[in-house]
């Protein structure tokens, strides 16, 4: 089984609705991070999180909300979805002490926005 | 100036030829590197830490130049399989968060 696992892996729908996609992870990491993907742009931060009550701004998060329900799931949602955030989603993890520990990635959600 | 950039390619290289691509950082107070292997339409893989005195990793060299602030990853005779998008990524010094470049695409041809 994965270690970071998103659902869903696919999803298209409709302007103006709510989507929510889900992270768990198995590796124990205090911090959570997501990311979007779109061609030219490469990853971008929209929230990250260090513990089960911190939230914190990235990037890009205008149009975005995330709840950390618990130290191992990591919610990303989009109140009400437009074509613009047509893109790949990633949610990744890392351990929490040390400057030098890289961060790990979930499959992905590719979500597109009709 | 972008905080990480990368050639985005594409390189093409033959079979077993050696293949060098950089990455170079605009904040000279980044303190992490890392290099990450991305396949089309997948996740972002890690494939190796660079530390401040070079590391290899089989075929994979990693090299750390902070006085002109790029990280290098050279492939030693590359396989087909070594086809992708390389991604470089850094943290900087107090900087919880790491940046991604937008990736360098190499294809092996046989």
């Known amino acids: 089984d994965a270690d970071v696992t998103q659902t869903p892996r696919n999803r298209i729908t409709k302007t103006g609705k709510r989507i929510m996609l889900e992270c768990s992870q198995t590796?124990?990491?205090?911090?959570m991070y997501w990311y979007r993907q779109d061609p030219g742009l490469g990853l971008r931060l929209i929230y990250y999180?260090?513990?089960?009550?911190?939230?914190n701004k990235g990037e890009i998060s205008d149009g975005y909300s995330v709840s950390r329900q618990a130290q191992a799931k990591f919610s990303l949602s989009l109140e009400s979805a437009i074509p613009n955030q047509t893109a790949l989603y990633f949610c990744?993890?890392?351990?929490?002490?040390?400057?030098?520990?890289?961060?790990?990635f979930g499959d992905g959600t590719r979500l597109s926005i009709l | 100036r972008k905080e990480v950039e990368q050639d985005p390619g594409p390189f093409n290289v033959p079979e077993g030829a050696t293949v060098a691509f950089n990455c170079t950082y605009s904040?000279?107070?980044?303190?992490?590197f890392f290099w990450y292997r991305q396949d089309c339409r997948k996740e972002p893989k890690l494939l190796m830490s660079?530390?401040?005195s070079g590391n290899e990793d089989g075929r994979f060299t990693a090299q750390l130049n902070r006085a002109s602030q790029y990280i290098s990853l050279l492939i030693r005779d590359s396989k087909l399989s070594d086809s992708a998008t390389y991604l470089c990524?850094?943290?900087?010094?107090?900087?919880?968060?790491?940046?991604f470049g937008t990736g360098t695409r190499l294809t092996i041809i046989p």
């Open positions: 904040n000279s107070a980044s303190q992490s």
């Open positions: 990524a850094i943290r900087g010094l107090g900087n919880e968060k790491l940046t």
């Open positions: 590796k124990g990491h205090d911090r």
């Open positions: 660079v530390y401040s």
């Open positions: 999180s260090f513990d089960v009550k911190d939230i």
């Open positions: 990744a993890t890392s351990q929490g002490f040390g400057s030098n520990q890289p961060q790990h």
